[in-house]
């Protein structure tokens, strides 16, 4: 067989079938391998239907039997990306393909949700045998199979080799509207990007999927302020939702909320909303990524406190027991403050929407001093406004405020567009938490968001007093406003003196 398919693919579930037709539409010409053969027929049925008369399946998509023939099959030197499970079986694959005959300078690129740390124990790991690069993919299985967002990571040389085919088959923004356009022109901008060294660009897929979690968690506090504070139904709540996405607020997920409030169910023809079991899953990265806030020291809070929020959702019988015995709040309702409190709740999950990303992008920075990567947060921003699941409008604004304002590097809270912005609504904010904990609607994100948001404005926390107590029972030692140094009191003597460490 010769040495003529473009580029290789392994793993032909949801997203490993849609990249392969994405970049068979993009010119390439692809050879494909998954353990189970019928997801290979599978993939071949699909590129017969969806490829058209534009090229036959056969000249651009290939299904191979064995790691030995897809090898066989793709030019030299090779591209081969992975669409599998994230942990052992990435390396249950690279260990096949070193088994099968792959070479040095051949490129094996992890498009999974991986770890990033372990990414970066496999460049280590397989160097000399082959290049492991990663490039996280973001948008499900539509991105995936029409444009994702690409956010790649590892080594530059590979990037040279590996990024004109992401930026090929990634998402496009019209650079003159920073929206998503699927017509090529001179103004397209691909929504694909070499992050950086390392475990870079899983890195920020974590945190990507970390804000994920807290926009998604807003929108359903959002939800329930509306129903159960506001009593207000499905169709109701989604033509406040829809009303949103025409400002600020737009979002995909936004949109798609706004698409479930309003699907019935296909069996019982009552709205899906009261079928749907209200346990939340989750696959792990928005857990890593507060998790990894915690060993850096960054507060994530709002991103923390979404991953508490589906953990106590999965507490199902447990709620259910509680409600049965612990008290609400008696409220009389809200009365005429219904359109006032919903203006009010807009406003609030916008800035609260701000103050996530604003977290999720301080988290980035202060991982980029750490592990010492050097990343373009605007460009990030960009290449999140299309293909990727967190795709907003506000992100053009996120995007211009790196490019413009040297206060972003620091924090997005004092970009002025922003500053501005939090200051002006948050009376909005403040009244819609406030109203909420008087209804006894649990708002987390809501709530964390805007603690964030005092915290970091707040010239002098009582960190003076912890402190304090930190040195009566454990001697831990404090600093001093006007001296230099860590010392600490004798507490237990009679008149208390202050000892400085050494």
């Given at each position: ?54 090229q036959t399946q056969q000249q651009c998509v290939q299904v191979t039997t064995s790691y030995t023939e897809l090898l066989q099959s793709l030019r030299s030197p090779r591209i081969l990306f992975l669409s ?296 990030l921003a960009k290449i999140w406004r299309a293909g990727c699941i967190i795709r907003a409008k506000i992100l053009g604004d996120i995007a211009q405020s790196y490019a413009d304002e040297s206060h972003a ?94």
């Amino acid at each position: 067989m010769s040495d003529s398919r473009d580029l290789g693919v392994i793993g032909l579930g949801v997203m490993g079938s849609s990249l392969v037709l994405n970049m068979a539409d993009n010119g390439y010409s692809v050879a494909a391998f998954d353990l189970d053969h019928e997801k290979g027929e599978s993939l071949l049925n699909r590129a017969a239907e969806e490829l058209q008369e534009r090229q036959t399946q056969q000249q651009c998509v290939q299904v191979t039997t064995s790691y030995t023939e897809l090898l066989q099959s793709l030019r030299s030197p090779r591209i081969l990306f992975l669409s599998v499970p994230a942990g052992p079986v990435v390396d249950d694959v690279c260990e096949k393909l070193i088994d099968a005959g792959i070479q040095a300078d051949d490129i094996v690129v992890d498009t999974g949700n991986s770890l990033w740390s372990d990414t970066e124990v496999r460049q280590a790991k397989y160097k000399g045998k082959f290049i492991f690069f990663s490039t996280a993919v973001s948008g499900g299985e539509l991105g995936a199979r029409h444009g994702p967002a690409l956010m790649a990571g590892g080594d530059k040389y590979a990037w040279t080799r590996v990024g004109p085919v992401l930026e090929k088959i990634a998402a496009k923004v019209d650079s003159r509207t920073g929206k998503p356009t699927e017509e090529p022109s001179e103004f397209s901008e691909a929504c694909a990007a070499y992050i950086g060294s390392g475990g870079a660009g899983h890195y920020v897929k974590m945190v990507h999927n970390g804000i994920e979690y807290a926009d998604m968690q807003l929108i359903c506090e959002a939800f329930q302020y509306l129903n159960e504070g506001l009593e207000l139904n499905y169709a109701e709540i989604a033509d406040i939702f829809e009303s949103w996405l025409a400002g600020p607020l737009d979002s995909y997920l936004l949109e798609v909320s706004v698409a479930v409030l309003r699907q019935t169910d296909p069996e019982t023809q009552a709205p899906l909303m009261d079928v749907i079991l209200d346990m939340a899953g989750q696959k792990g990265t928005g857990r890593w990524t507060a998790i990894n806030s915690l060993e850096l020291g960054a507060p994530a809070m709002t991103i923390a406190q979404s991953v508490y929020a589906r953990a106590l959702s999965a507490r199902k019988d447990a709620r259910v027991r509680a409600s049965k015995i612990l008290d609400g709040p008696l409220s009389e309702g809200v009365g005429e403050e219904k359109q006032s409190l919903i203006e009010a709740l807009h406003d609030a999950l916008l800035c609260a929407k701000v103050s996530a990303y604003a977290q999720g992008f301080e988290l980035i920075a202060l991982a980029a001093e750490d592990y010492e990567w050097k990343i373009d947060y605007g460009k990030l921003a960009k290449i999140w406004r299309a293909g990727c699941i967190i795709r907003a409008k506000i992100l053009g604004d996120i995007a211009q405020s790196y490019a413009d304002e040297s206060h972003a590097q620091e924090n997005l809270l004092i970009s002025p567009v922003f500053a501005k912005l939090l200051s002006d609504k948050q009376s909005h904010w403040r009244k819609t938490v406030a109203k909420a904990v008087e209804l006894g609607i649990p708002v987390p994100c809501l709530s964390s968001s805007i603690a964030y948001y005092d915290g970091y404005r707040c010239e002098r926390l009582p960190a003076n007093l912890l402190q304090g107590q930190r040195d009566f029972f454990g001697a831990h030692g404090f600093q001093r406003l006007d001296r230099p140094g860590t010392f600490h009191l004798t507490w237990e003597e009679q008149q208390p003196q202050l000892v400085q460490f050494k």
